[in-house]
């Protein structure tokens, strides 16, 4: 598979991710008490299956690996603690997703300097927006909001954000992309025109 067509599809992959993530925040803002309910619904729901798969799976292949079936117990136990507690439950969420934001953070900073170190134009926009997210993954994790209704639309900001952040480093990338092809391709030109030989027949 050439390099532009497996960024080609990891862009749309990418695009899609981020427009779902917008349309979760813009949920979570609009309609705080709901969509925190619906979450926790769909969270829970997803770790009873994996967690009923799991055990299921332990059973059926007969291994004597434990790691299937003692998982699939914590994920249905998780999946009861979101049904029964969602506020404990989503607070927690709240922190793996800031965790997830502050190593986001980092690696964007990464990438940023990775970027200024090949002379890249707009290097230092992905800084801009990895300090960005940083300061975001400090409010979340530290959680100075006093009621859940606060919270989850702090969490649909965040999810805006990250899902905004996603589409903008995106087409910052393919527009690198675009600009480096254009000047190989220049550079390719300019060397078959300086080149006598090439053109003459044999």
Request: aromatic letters at 12%; glycine letters at 8%.
């Amino acid at each position: 598979m050439k390099v532009k067509e497996f960024f080609g599809r990891v862009r749309w992959g990418t695009f899609v991710s981020s427009l779902l993530t917008i349309i979760v925040g813009i949920l979570l803002v609009a309609l705080p008490e709901s969509s925190s309910r619906i979450l926790c619904v769909i969270v829970g729901v997803l770790f009873l299956l994996s967690g009923i798969f799991g055990i299921a799976g332990y059973f059926v292949r007969r291994i004597s690996d434990m790691s299937d079936f003692v998982l699939g117990f914590v994920q249905i136990a998780l999946a009861l603690w979101l049904f029964i507690a969602p506020g404990s439950a989503l607070k927690v969420l709240m922190v793996v997703f800031g965790v997830l934001l502050l190593l986001r953070s980092f690696a964007g900073a990464g990438h940023a300097m990775e970027s200024y170190r090949h002379n890249a134009k707009y290097w230092w926009t992905g800084l801009i927006v990895s300090l960005l997210t940083l300061v975001l993954a400090i409010i979340v994790l530290c959680n100075p909001f006093e009621t859940l209704r606060v919270l989850m639309i702090v969490a649909g900001i965040a999810f805006i954000y990250d899902g905004a952040a996603d589409m903008f480093v995106m087409f910052r990338t393919a527009n690198e992309m675009k600009h480096s092809e254009q000047k190989s391709r220049l550079d390719g030109m300019t060397e078959i025109e300086e080149d006598p030989d090439v053109g003459e027949d044999k």
